[in-house]
């Protein structure tokens, strides 16, 4: 299972030197202001994404009392 982590590593390496990289150029673009109203834009996004997500083969309640 070495080989396995190591290859887990690497990638978690060169994304987040790919995510810092982006950052910076957010924050020399726009300030700090605008990256973390870009950043809090994001997360609330994928909260309303995440929101929607149902459990496959699982009806919904509204199903469940008819």
Known sequence: ?????AWSNSGKVVSGLFG????ALVVASWGYSGAFVLA?????MAAGLA?????PGRKNSYDRNR
């Open 51 to 55: 929101f929607m997500l149902r459990q």
């Open 20 to 23: 810092s990289g982006v950052g």
């Open 40 to 44: 809090g834009s994001i997360g609330l």
């Open 1 to 5: 299972m070495p080989a396995i982590t």
